[in-house]
């Protein structure tokens, strides 16, 4: 699938070529977009996406994903034959730390399962997680010359409850958070936010709006400054009718200033999902882009659609940072769970 192109330019420059009734805006991949004057504003669009977010606060999804990191630190290094399908061991962070210059551990692959589960406000989530680990260490104590090499395979399990009081999650590597907070508002499970991964803690309407994250959205995931957004124009993914916004912002994490464009594409046809977002993050020292697109639907009920798999390709200018390639599939249990209250009390864990 791709945007519907006419003569383009470089990536990332946006141009436009006025016309009696169109003009062209050249999106973040460097292809052209028809926009017509007639397009609703983005107050309509937001009212429009809230309207379809509704339809998703009851619903219970299993999902699988498969990421590979393309890290080369992750590689069989030079004179170790070694198969990261086949790991020998379990990988034990404790008792193998990362250790700058004398152990490097990165992930070379991993899988994650996950069923989740939402009734209105109540939420519950699990995630299986798999990763097989390239564990590294080296003689010389400066990251250069390797001594030994091998592939572990280490298991996880993360855990997100909400009762409509009570917020838990429960992570691996960040520990235990319990929250006591009532009316949490929650992207969680709907697919207009999905795409955007770690920021399901807020509804994509909010984002669009560029409201503030709540103390419990902040809490559970990293703080983030809000969008800027946007409508740039209309056009097709693959065959699907879209609606183009671009979104933009400035963060800083860990004293580094980047700045961030979104471009999402929201299928009109199918609840305002995107059929494609175009992240694009510009530091000082690279540029990264990111394509996640959704390669197959499923119809749960006429007039309700959900992704049925998203395969997510990241690039950069840089070669030493990793260019991860990941894909989801979806399979939507229910549009009407019914589990007691009991289900979702942080006391009681999913079964």
Not at 14 to 25: D, F, K
Not at 38 to 43: D, H, M, P, T
Not at 112 to 132: A, C, H, K, P, Y
């Amino acid at each position: 699938m791709s945007v519907s192109t006419s003569e383009s330019s470089p990536a990332g420059k946006h141009v436009m070529a006025e016309t009696e009734t169109t003009y062209e805006v050249i999106s973040l991949d460097g292809t052209a977009i028809s926009k017509s004057e007639q397009l609703f504003s983005l107050e309509e669009l937001i009212e429009k996406v809230q309207s379809e977010e509704q339809k998703y606060q009851f619903i219970e999804v299993k999902s699988s994903t498969q990421i590979v990191t393309n890290n080369p630190k992750a590689q069989p290094q030079p004179g170790f034959d070694i198969d990261p399908s086949r790991p020998t061991g379990i990988y034990d962070r404790q008792l193998e730390p990362y250790v700058p210059g004398k152990l490097h551990a990165v992930p070379h692959h991993m899988e994650f399962i996950s069923d989740s589960i939402r009734q209105g406000e109540r939420l519950t989530s699990t995630n299986n997680v798999s990763v097989v680990m390239s564990v590294t260490k080296y003689a010389d104590g400066e990251g250069q010359k390797v001594s030994s090499q091998e592939y572990l395979t280490q298991e996880q399990v993360a855990l997100i409850k909400y009762d409509g009081q009570t917020l838990l999650s429960q992570h691996p590597d960040f520990g235990e958070k319990s929250l006591e907070i009532a009316g949490l508002k929650s992207g969680l499970l709907e697919p207009q936010t999905g795409m955007f991964e770690h920021f399901e803690w807020q509804p994509l309407s909010e984002i669009l709006a560029g409201v503030e994250t709540s103390p419990a959205q902040t809490a559970m995931a990293f703080k983030v400054n809000e969008f800027d957004c946007k409508i740039t124009g209309q056009g097709t993914v693959g065959e699907e009718p879209v609606i183009i916004v671009n979104c933009t912002r400035t963060q800083t994490l860990n004293n580094l200033t980047f700045n961030e464009v979104a471009e999402l594409y929201l299928a009109s046809n199918k609840n305002y999902i995107p059929a494609k977002i175009l992240w694009k993050s510009i530091t000082p020292n690279s540029t990264g882009v990111q394509e996640r697109l959704v390669e197959s639907w499923q119809e749960v009920k006429p007039g309700i659609w959900y992704p049925q798999k998203i395969v997510i390709q990241s690039t950069s200018d840089n070669p030493e940072i990793a260019a991860p390639f990941q894909e989801t599939e979806y399979q939507v249990v229910s549009l009407e769970p019914d589990y007691p209250d009991e289900f979702f009390r942080s006391n009681d864990p999913a079964e």
